[in-house]
């Protein structure tokens, strides 16, 4: 199943590639404000389903533009795809974005394809078999300290965004980092994790297409992946940190205070726990990181 995802991918990524040398001539629509959707999202979606379809024909699709209007209604095996996660990106010529496909079974996700045309870069992942850029087994960062980790995320842009609070949550994770990154493609963030070019990630509003691939490749290459108060089955919540498990770990001591599904009480114990660690060294914080993380994974 792998094989014919990279296929489809690759696939997509030549189309992006080519829409790419011309992207002023590429038709924009707005779904809403500050966000797009171009004739280029659209036809390396179709060219993707048809791809998967004609391998797997009864199989089910849930697609960022087309939902699920393809594919078989009530298989167990679903295809999630982001045609181009980076929209924006891509129509300003930056080149951050990536074509995301992934294959849920019974509701797990299973198989993972994020590709980069840009860069010709292909991380994939099976469950139970590791993951990979290229050819090359992949591994998440070994960094145990929060003031050496590079933190990826995602800025609030659609109308109803709560700014003020993630504003809050920027400001605390920039005083106990290296720094925050705000690439534009939450895939290829995720991507980024799993590769250990960064140490952790979070970002809310996300869809079920913006994480599915990447959470894969991250779980496989020996990370941690949930919603902001740690728990792993976060994909339809629209929430999603993921990092190192030592990053990830001190991640929810952090962040876990803004999560909407922390009650009362869970919320006064993070702001405990973060008042600690404003009174302790990191480094000694690191090293009981591990089992926050496992807790807050279970």
Not at 221 to 231: D, P, Y
């Amino acid at each position: 199943m792998i094989n014919v995802a990279v296929k489809a991918a690759r696939a997509a990524g030549s189309l992006i590639n080519r829409a790419a040398l011309d992207v002023e001539s590429v038709r924009i629509a707005k779904k809403m404000i500050n966000d797009f959707v171009t004739e280029v999202d659209q036809a390396a979606e179709k060219v993707i389903i048809e791809t998967l379809l004609a391998a797997y024909p009864g199989h089910g699709i849930w697609a960022e533009e087309s939902g699920r209007e393809h594919g078989a209604k009530d298989s167990e095996f679903v295809w999630i795809i982001d045609p181009l996660d980076g929209t924006t990106n891509f129509i300003h010529g930056f080149p951050f974005y990536c074509v995301s496909i992934a294959l849920a079974v019974k509701g797990k996700i299973e198989q993972a394809v994020i590709y980069d045309p840009n860069r010709n870069d292909l991380f994939t992942a099976t469950k139970g078999r590791g993951a990979y850029l290229n050819d090359r087994r992949l591994r998440v960062s070994k960094r145990i300290r929060m003031q050496e980790a590079l933190i990826s995320t995602g800025f609030p842009f659609r109308p109803g965004d709560d700014f003020n609070t993630y504003l809050r949550m920027m400001g605390d994770m920039m005083q106990r980092t290296a720094g925050l990154r705000r690439p534009g493609a939450a895939a290829l963030d995720l991507a980024y994790v799993a590769a250990g070019y960064t140490d952790g990630f979070f970002e809310s509003g996300l869809h079920p297409w913006d994480a599915a691939a990447g959470s894969l490749l991250v779980t496989e290459a020996g990370g941690l992946v949930g919603n902001f108060t740690g728990e792993a089955d976060f994909l339809e919540q629209k929430e999603c940190m993921a990092g190192n498990p030592s990053i990830y770990g001190q991640m929810v001591t952090i962040l876990g205070k803004y999560s909407k599904f922390a009650n009362a009480g869970e919320k006064a114990a993070v702001r405990q726990a973060l008042a600690e660690l404003a009174n302790h060294p990191a480094d000694t914080q690191a090293e009981n990181t591990q089992a926050d993380a496992s807790d807050g994974a279970a």
